[in-house]
């Protein structure tokens, strides 16, 4: 029997689960639709130190095999809460499990969204946009150089921890630069093409408090051609 919580921020992420769970659908939550089996972590496309100098491998690794799995545990923790409340027919102690779901969910969903965005230097990793990308970015940002501004001031801006996403806007049909908070995926009529992780466990290993270091260093290591392919399927 599918479960539906009130979860909205999840309500709209459900694509970008697809593939980093299981294929035979079980349950639905807010939306996403969940398999019997449980959420694993996503193998990289890269070895961790493919991305040095701009990220180092130690902080990839770090990040990959301990705090993507840490979301992936809290996620399946909270997936069996949930299946055992309702279970009980006690729908309250599953809707209280929300926040974790949220949290732990979101933060499965960014980060299988985030190794996508990124790739070694000598491959598909840096340069600029093409194609029908560049020119969705020239006409709603006028330059590729003036995303990268915005998305480096919203990254500077955000307090605490959370994201900044490049996103498709489906009601409007443009392009915009937008940050969430926390563990929080893209939702509504938004269509997440490119995400950066401004939580410290992304950079302070290597850059410490210099976090604008980070935050231009990674464009070094951006995967257009994903991000070309989010948008054409947006």
């Known amino acids: 029997m599918p479960i539906r919580l009130p979860t909205a921020s999840l309500r709209s992420a459900g694509h970008a689960a697809r593939?980093?769970?299981g294929t035979r659908p079980a349950s639905?939550?807010?939306g996403i639709t969940f398999a019997r089996g449980k959420a694993t972590l996503p193998d990289l496309a890269y070895d961790y130190g493919a991305l040095e100098p701009h990220i180092s491998g130690k902080i990839m690794e770090l990040h990959h095999k301990n705090h993507h799995q840490t979301y992936v545990n809290g996620l399946n923790s909270a997936l069996e809460t949930i299946e055992e409340a309702k279970a009980k027919g006690n729908d309250a102690a599953a809707a209280s499990v929300a926040p974790l779901l949220n949290?732990?969910?979101g933060g499965h969903i960014n980060h299988t969204l985030f190794w996508e965005n990124l790739a070694p230097?000598?491959?598909d990793g840096g340069g600029e946009p093409e194609g029908a990308l560049k020119k969705s970015i020239d006409?709603?940002?006028g330059s590729f150089q003036?995303?990268?501004k915005?998305?480096?001031?919203a990254l500077a801006g955000i307090q605490g921890s959370g994201w900044a996403w490049l996103v498709k806007d489906k009601s409007a049909g443009t392009l915009q630069v937008v940050t969430r908070p926390n563990q929080d995926p893209v939702t509504g009529n938004y269509v997440p093409l490119l995400g950066i992780d401004a939580w410290e466990h992304a950079y302070y290993?290597?850059?410490q408090n210099r976090k604008a270091e980070y935050f231009s260093a990674i464009w070094n290591v951006i995967n257009w051609k994903t991000v070309a392919g989010r948008l054409e399927k947006a």
């Open 150 to 153: 915005q998305m480096n001031t």
């Open 28 to 30: 639905a939550v807010g």
């Open 139 to 141: 006409e709603d940002f």
């Open 103 to 105: 949290f732990h969910g």
């Open 121 to 123: 230097a000598n491959k």
């Open 146 to 148: 003036t995303l990268q």
């Open 19 to 21: 593939g980093a769970m």
């Open 205 to 207: 290993l290597q850059y």
